[in-house]
């Protein structure tokens, strides 16, 4: 089955100052990858996704993700954060044919206003 | 359109006892996901249901169990409850069978704490 690491456990940045949350993932087939968002007291949230094509995908909020293929990496980016991106983000990879999402143990991000 | 719902919010429960969450999907979906969040560990795959059948279960014992009913909805049952299965339950739905490209929509979760 697929695994899905991220590296970074609490990342803290100042408003305006740029993101990068990393994630890896390890399978041996084609995969979805994802990456979800919970605001605090908020549900779950889809970011954006990627399945094919072009493996730089753009999603809600000015976020977007790089697939890296031979890097198994998908990594969120964001080039201005705001206070209202404070949240955990959570990377997730799905098999293309076993439809068995795995997350990663998530990246909390603390925007200071 | 409403979202995937869970009941109960919050379930307290002693060591030993049987805990039984609730989940509704989004109306047309078939496709009921349950996790395990706890502290520190993410989200963990728990089990798939669709049209009725698991389809697939994560690295958890048996006495995690579930059902999913005719018209979708779904519960899952711990039994011999731990302390360690203390954590936010979360459901989520997909339309449907098989198609690994779509995302999955979360509910709010229910928070069991195990005593």
């Known amino acids: 089955a697929q695994s899905v690491s991220q590296h970074n456990h609490h990342v803290i940045l100042s408003e305006a100052a740029s993101l990068e949350l990393g994630c890896n993932y390890s399978?041996?087939?084609?995969?979805?990858l994802f990456w979800y968002v919970q605001y605090p007291g908020q549900h779950l949230q889809l970011l954006l996704k990627?399945?094919?094509?072009?493996?730089l995908v753009k999603g809600i909020k000015g976020f977007e993700a790089e697939f890296i293929k031979s890097k198994f990496s998908f990594n969120l980016r964001k080039p201005s954060v705001q206070w209202s991106d404070t949240a955990e983000y959570f990377c997730?990879?799905?098999?293309?044919?076993?439809?068995?999402?795995?997350f990663g143990a998530g990246t909390r991000l603390t925007v200071k206003p | 359109e409403a979202g995937v719902t869970q009941s109960p919010t919050h379930l307290i429960k002693t060591r030993g006892q049987q805990a039984t969450l609730r989940c509704s999907p989004i109306?047309?979906?078939?496709?009921v996901y349950w996790y395990q969040q706890a502290l520190g560990l993410g989200l963990q795959f728990l089990l798939w249901?669709?049209?009725?059948?698991?389809?697939n279960r994560g690295n958890f014992p048996p006495r995690f169990s579930g059902r999913q009913f005719p018209n979708y909805s779904s519960e899952l049952n711990v039994n011999a409850l731990e302390l360690e299965d203390s954590a936010l339950y979360l459901c989520?739905?997909?339309?449907?069978?098989?198609?690994?490209?779509?995302?999955?929509?979360f509910g709010p979760g229910t928070r069991l704490t195990v005593t």
């Open positions: 399978y041996g087939g084609t995969v979805n």
């Open positions: 990627y399945f094919s094509g072009d493996p």
């Open positions: 109306s047309g979906h078939t496709s």
């Open positions: 989520a739905s997909s339309p449907g069978l098989g198609d690994a490209e779509e995302q999955q929509y």
């Open positions: 997730a990879v799905n098999g293309y044919n076993n439809n068995d999402m795995r």
């Open positions: 249901y669709d049209e009725g059948e698991e389809r």
